[in-house]
């Protein structure tokens, strides 16, 4: 088992930088392919990006690509999301995730199986 500990959310003003970052414990983390998600209120948690047990693969969202970077450090067992020129709609909760390493890297949630509790992140105009 895996657990994961957001950190690094706040307000920031649009057009500004915030890096979020995921703790991991328990399992092997090189074990573990991680995603970032995010989700607003009525709306079904969406996929941000993911990044491979290696860090040498990663995926993107059309609505983050070119302004967000995944990133991990297997010694630290961190995964990070640097969030540039962040506009209001980035504003959400986020929340790290776990992905088995034994599959490709995934964008679909139910392909992760475990989750932190989230981070808000409030991006104001």
């Known amino acids: 088992q895996v657990q994961l500990v957001e950190s690094g959310g706040g307000v920031v003003q649009a057009g500004g930088s915030l890096r979020l970052s995921c703790a991991a414990s328990?399992?092997?983390?090189?074990?573990?392919?991680m995603g970032w998600f995010r989700q607003t209120p009525g709306k079904e948690r969406e996929f941000v990006a993911v990044?491979?047990?290696?860090?040498?693969?990663?995926s993107y969202a059309d609505s983050v690509k070119g302004r967000f970077t995944v990133s991990r450090d297997n010694a630290k067992n961190t995964v990070y999301l640097q969030m540039n020129n962040v506009k209001p709609e980035d504003t959400a909760v986020y929340y790290c995730?776990?992905?088995?390493?034994?599959?490709?890297?995934?964008?679909?949630?139910?392909?992760?199986?475990?989750w932190g509790q989230g981070t808000q992140v409030t991006v104001s105009s």
């Open positions: 328990g399992r092997t983390f090189t074990s573990y392919h």
């Open positions: 995730a776990a992905q088995s390493a034994d599959r490709r890297i995934a964008s679909q949630r139910e392909k992760y199986a475990y």
């Open positions: 990044i491979s047990w290696s860090g040498g693969s990663t």
